[in-house]
């Protein structure tokens, strides 16, 4: 007789819980598969602590293939179910697809961020759910206290060191918190020319900090934020973002160029192409974690609507306490279904108390409803991440020990991009990445300076999930590859995205003959200089000076573009090779065709020309038409 399948969908809190204990049930009797995005599970509510330098990355992950030896780990992401013939549909990191087969199917596929109907958030916010996000905050934040060190005038200074934190929950909370005293250490060892201090603000539309938690902690960690400096301002939000800042509900305009969206978190948009009864947005589920009339199918975690039988008629929060506990309960109830354990059990709960840890010794934490504040608040909250953490203790230890005792290096390592991490994205745990399989981004993102990408949705809008799809007639996103107002030039076909490189270097764009399909290059291509392949777009928002490229609509044209003034860090201020002004370059157009390449226009051999080898014409100027949440508790 055949082992049955299970397949489990996520490696959060509840699948690896589930992932884990089957395993240990089960003792070989089934095939267990995991499917996720990434290797490695990811503790949450240590996150603000890797964007604030205490925690190094890997700190809070833990390898699936170390931990779970037994469970076969499939890296991709979902993109359909077909619960009729018992198969799941994915596509791997490197673009291919692949299918699965399961007797039993487990969602956890979780969360992803929560959006509001909220002008400019979608291109100028980043969330805070996944370990590319936290990377880039830390990277981000050095750097703007770094160039407005350096900045001419005091305005622009401010602005630079001002950084808003939208929502005041666990999340929100701990990144102000931790943020103000990471910003503060910066500044005391590299001291602003005027004298002026990082200004943190946390807004949120609830009466106050902390709203799911008891008063006196909520109170508590609003004194702490307060003393601290942070800005706190309840029953305020964003009406308005812009790339110069946000616009509150009370009027105000706040010159920014950082905005932290830590509103809440929304369940995993792959619940909702299955047809079944929801519970806002969440997959209604009965006590025993099974949706009623599918017998083969469970769900916990973030995308599951629980019964919470300690309180009838309500559901089990969207949680890491709760989704944890359900993975148990979800891996008992299949191999019961299974016949390989005992008899099924319903979910019950008792509430152990959260924490919030407020950065160095400082916390807000009710152990067993116990309220603690200060240095017990902050060795209970330590003691119970090393407690709740699957692994990688003595080295999260030991970065606390050597951070207690060493200042920390704030340098930036420029490993993820403003771009590569959008807001409104169905995998936050992954960062874009140019090319990238499925994602077609010159021709579906869509954002501004420093904002997110919506490659990961399709024609119904935001959250509709499923792999991004290329629509006609998108603008691309700005300060990323491809980016920039589109120009075509003789014998250039469709607009083509340039490399990375290639932009911060300045170099002018070559259109490469083809057939007008978009085309990327790789990196070993631009290493041997070979012709680029996109038009001109320009240098990333977040880039150098940190400001918005200049040739937008209505701003002035960029340097070192055509129309523009010539390169100014040139000897002599002359115009640099290579760009327009200077000598032509080889390969490039006005230079010496390159050894056994075609001149720009020139027929193929035949005499012919072709769709891929137009004849030249005069270079023409066209404009691409515009069309158009997070847990930290523990």
Not at 226 to 243: F, I, N, P
Not at 331 to 359: E, K, M
Not at 581 to 592: H, I, L, S, T, Y
Not at 617 to 623: E, H, L, N
Request: one cysteine or more.
């Amino acid at each position: 007789m055949s082992r049955p399948r299970i397949l489990i969908v996520g490696a959060g809190f509840a699948g690896f819980r589930t992932a884990r204990t089957l395993s240990r049930l089960t003792r070989g009797r089934a095939h267990i598969t995991l499917l996720n995005p990434t290797d490695y599970f990811l503790y949450l509510p240590l996150l603000p602590q890797v964007a604030a330098g205490i925690l190094e990355p890997r700190r809070v992950t833990v390898s699936l293939s170390d931990s779970l030896p037994d469970v076969r780990l499939v890296l991709g992401q979902a993109d359909r179910i077909d619960l009729d013939d018992r198969t799941l549909h994915h596509t791997g990191p490197e673009g291919e697809g692949g299918t699965l087969a399961y007797d039993r199917l487990v969602l956890a596929a979780g969360s992803v961020n929560k959006l509001l109907p909220i002008p400019g958030v979608a291109e100028h916010a980043h969330g805070f759910r996944g370990l590319p996000e936290a990377l880039y905050l830390r990277d981000h934040v050095t750097r703007q206290v770094e160039l407005a060190a350096s900045a001419d005038d005091a305005r622009t200074c401010a602005a630079r060191c001002t950084f808003v934190v939208v929502g005041a929950g666990y999340t929100g909370t701990e990144v102000a918190a931790h943020g103000q005293m990471f910003t503060d250490a910066q500044v005391r060892r590299h001291p602003l020319r005027r004298g002026m201090r990082p200004r943190w603000m946390l807004l949120d539309v609830a009466p106050r900090v902390l709203p799911e938690m008891d008063g006196k902690l909520s109170a508590t960690a609003d004194r702490v934020l307060r003393q601290r400096g942070v800005d706190v301002r309840m029953g305020t939000s964003v009406k308005e973002a812009t790339h110069d800042g946000v616009l509150l509900t009370d009027g105000e305009f706040v010159e920014s160029r950082t905005l932290v969206w830590c509103v809440g978190v929304r369940p995993d948009p792959l619940v909702e192409s299955l047809g079944l009864p929801m519970e806002k947005g969440r997959l209604l589920v009965d006590p025993h974690l099974r949706v009623p009339g599918r017998p083969e199918l469970f769900a916990c975690g973030d995308v599951a609507a629980v019964p919470d039988l300690e309180n009838p008629g309500s559901y089990t929060p969207m949680t890491a306490q709760h989704a944890w506990r359900h993975g148990k309960v979800a891996a008992q109830n299949v191999a019961a279904s299974l016949g390989l354990g005992g008899a099924r059990t319903p979910y019950r709960h008792r509430d152990l108390g959260f924490v919030v840890d407020l950065g160095g010794a400082k916390a807000a934490a009710n152990p067993l409803g116990v309220a603690l504040s200060g240095v017990p608040a902050g060795a209970v909250t330590r003691g119970y991440h090393l407690a709740a953490m699957p692994g990688n203790r003595v080295r999260v230890a030991a970065d606390w020990l050597l951070d207690a005792v060493l200042p920390r290096q704030a340098v930036q390592l420029g490993l993820v991009r403003s771009w590569s991490v959008p807001l409104d994205t169905s995998s936050p745990e992954v960062a874009r990445v140019p090319g990238g399989p499925g994602r077609q981004q010159d021709a579906s993102a869509r954002s501004g300076p420093g904002a997110a990408l919506a490659a990961d949705t399709d024609g119904r809008g935001t959250g509709a999930g499923g792999p991004g799809r290329a629509r006609p007639h998108d603008e691309p996103a700005k300060g990323q590859p491809g980016s920039g107002t589109r120009q075509i030039r003789p014998g250039s076909g469709a607009a083509q995205p340039r490399d990375e490189w290639e932009t911060a270097k300045g170099r002018p764009v070559t259109g490469r003959p083809g057939p007008g399909a978009a085309e990327v290059r790789s990196e070993a291509e631009t290493a041997k200089g070979r012709p680029a392949a996109a038009p001109g777009d320009e240098p990333a928002g977040d880039q150098a000076g940190g400001e918005a490229a200049r040739d937008q609509a209505g701003g002035e044209p960029a340097k070192n573009q055509p129309g523009g003034e010539p390169a100014k860090n040139q000897p002599g201020g002359e115009p640099a090779r290579n760009q327009p002004g200077g000598e032509p370059a080889k390969n490039q157009p006005g230079g010496e065709p390159a050894k056994n390449q075609p001149a720009p226009g020139a027929p193929p051999p035949g005499g012919r020309s072709s769709p891929g080898h137009p004849a030249p014409g005069p270079v023409k100027r066209t404009d691409v038409a515009d069309e158009d949440s997070a847990k930290g508790d523990s």
